[in-house]
């Protein structure tokens, strides 16, 4: 069963735009909720998660349990944010299952 | 701490060839997950693997797919008699005993089925 999902394959803005990733979720109970992100020629890194509610770079990420939502987003887009997006869950059990990824491309 | 380190970074293998990946956790980590890229896809869960441990291999397909993390030494997921469709990146993530939350991956090995 599919518990993550992100139903943009490809994303592009202009900078300076808003952007939002959309994720949605799937999973009775508490998970928890991740954005890793993968720029290019690096290695996939954890980007931010909800139970630190930081903002990193600019993104931020709310839980919303009623949509079973955890969409990224930024006000202001630049173009290092061009990159692969990955949104992620983990359950009580240490497992973790990842979306098909996002690729936003932002635009100067 | 180098990071999670993986081996080969590319591979190259013919159709029937066995295939062997190699995952290095990060120092201090005892959990070891295997995923599976593929263009279209994202990233698809394999294996969990704790120290001598298989915990969760409901990703590995039932045949010809396998994995360790021994006592000492790496994490292999080793892939037998390879098919074109094996073609993928594969990457190891890790994390520390208990789990933080947080995986930390490694660079990807890619391999390539002639």
């Known amino acids: 069963a599919q518990r993550v999902t992100q139903p943009e394959k490809l994303l592009s803005v202009f900078k300076g735009a808003p952007v939002e990733l959309k994720c949605n979720y799937s999973?009775?109970?508490?998970?928890?909720l991740f954005w890793y992100v993968q720029y290019s020629r690096q290695r996939l890194q954890l980007l931010l998660r909800?139970?630190s509610r930081e903002s990193i770079k600019g993104f931020t990420a709310d839980l919303n349990k009623g949509e079973t939502s955890f969409h990224l987003k930024k006000p202001f887009a630049q173009e290092e944010d061009s990159a692969m997006y990955y949104c992620a869950l983990s359950d009580p059990g240490n497992q973790f299952y990842f979306g098909t990824g996002t690729s936003l491309t932002v635009i100067p | 701490n180098a990071g999670v380190m993986q081996n080969p970074r590319h591979l190259v293998r013919r159709r029937g060839q066995e295939a062997r990946l190699r995952c290095s956790p990060m120092k201090g980590h005892s959990h070891v997950y295997w995923y599976r890229q593929l263009p279209e896809e994202g990233l698809k869960f394999m294996v969990y693997?704790?120290?001598?441990?298989?915990?969760?291999e409901s990703g590995m397909p039932k045949e010809r797919f396998s994995a360790e993390f021994p006592k000492e030494g790496p994490s292999i997921l080793r892939i037998q008699q390879v098919v074109r469709g094996d073609s993928a990146a594969y990457f190891c993530?890790?994390?520390?005993?208990?789990?933080?939350?947080?995986?930390?991956f490694g660079e990807g090995s890619r391999l390539t089925v002639l």
């Open positions: 693997l704790q120290k001598e441990n298989i915990i969760d």
């Open positions: 993530a890790s994390s520390p005993l208990g789990g933080t939350g947080e995986l930390f």
């Open positions: 909800h139970i």
């Open positions: 999973y009775s109970g508490s998970p928890e």
